[in-house]
């Protein structure tokens, strides 16, 4: 049985280093091939200072590890942009870029596809293909700098999948991102979403990386939470809260709370009463978000009478809140309503 080959885009630059020793090589080739690999090469013949004998044993030890872009949409309200990537295993995932004054943000993907049944979302409809490997969510980001022609400075894991759902591949990836010769985007520049996982914010906290974690409300009321997210059948509201206080406590980072609008379902005052009840004296932020319209789902978004009302509630009560100004709605970008589809151009 032949042995697999190794992913250069999966190794750190002292693993880099360490696998060339293992193949026979000096220790240095590590630093330049892991150089190479963040100029974003497509193969080993473009390392032009590696020499060829060492080149033809990584074609038959190890691949660089890409993926492609298969389409790309331009949003003509915003400046966004959506690409569909085309994995080396045929599936497709999907990832947005959205570019500001002052930044350049990228929501990547975490699985091809989810299993968490959010009902808002449709990047669950499909279910779960399989989970992506740290290199795959890595190379997100490398080829949107590459199409851009801009440095990624801040990344969203809210595309497609439940981050830590795919647990031990986001946390290599988070050690990748941050490598300081490599994409060296810092921690506090990267916010994990979540629906609630309670076991793995635990393991999360204890790692103690201090990036921003966004926790998935949507109600404040185990019963009506259920009914949108099955999740909330293993995890009763209390104990995410008590998880988001541990999060807190071992990172000192503050928790945001996503809270998607539904009209006639979780935006009365009686709801925004219990979120401040909730999230009194807690380090934290909520983020509403009027919910984004999918085809195979018939929820509204609130008038923007009751959408206002209740962050003016929240505030008034001392709660940090904000709205989410939601990009790339017309290319189908904006949260929930990314999912494993082909779209024609």
């Not at 190794?11 to 026979?24: C, Y």
């Not at 085809?295 to 904000?322: A, C, G, H, Q, S």
Request: charged content about 30%; proline content about 3%.
């Amino acid at each position: 049985m032949c042995k697999e080959r190794i992913v250069l885009k999966n190794l750190t630059k002292s693993e880099m280093s360490d696998f060339l020793v293992d193949i026979g090589e000096k220790k240095f080739r590590g630093n330049q091939i892991y150089s190479w690999i963040y100029k974003g090469v497509k193969s080993f013949d473009e390392m032009n200072n590696i020499p060829k004998s060492l080149r033809e044993k990584l074609e038959t030890s190890s691949i660089v590890g890409n993926i492609e872009i298969d389409l790309k949409l331009k949003s003509k309200i915003d400046n966004t942009s959506k690409y569909l990537f085309l994995l080396n295993d045929g599936n497709i995932i999907e990832t947005v870029a959205m570019e500001y004054k002052d930044r350049l943000t990228v929501c990547v993907s975490s699985q091809v596809g989810c299993r968490m049944g959010c009902r808002f979302c449709a990047s669950t409809i499909d279910g779960l293909s399989r989970n992506l490997e740290a290199w795959e969510i890595l190379d997100q980001i490398i080829k949107v700098q590459e199409d851009l022609g801009k440095r990624v400075s801040n990344i969203v894991m809210m595309g497609s999948g439940e981050p830590l759902d795919n647990f031990e591949n986001t946390i290599r990836f988070l050690k990748l991102v941050n490598e300081e010769d490599g994409l060296n985007i810092g921690n506090r520049h990267i916010t994990l979403s979540t629906c609630g996982l309670v076991d793995n914010m635990i393991k999360l906290a204890d790692l103690k990386i201090p990036i921003n974690i966004a926790v998935s409300l949507h109600s404040p009321f185990d019963e009506e939470r259920k009914k949108i997210m099955p999740v909330a059948n293993k995890y009763s509201i209390s104990d995410v809260i008590e998880a988001c206080k541990y999060f807190i406590k071992q990172t000192n980072r503050r928790i945001t709370f996503e809270y998607s609008l539904i009209k006639g379902i979780n935006d009365s005052d009686k709801e925004a009463k219990r979120i401040v009840e909730l999230l009194r004296g807690m380090l934290c932020h909520v983020n509403l978000i009027p919910i984004n319209p999918i085809e195979e789902r018939n929820f509204e978004k609130p008038d923007m009478v009751y959408i206002n009302n209740f962050k003016n509630y929240l505030e008034k009560n001392n709660i940090p809140v904000t709205i989410r100004n939601s990009m790339g709605s017309d290319i189908s970008g904006a949260c929930g309503q990314l999912r494993r589809k082909h779209q024609n151009s």
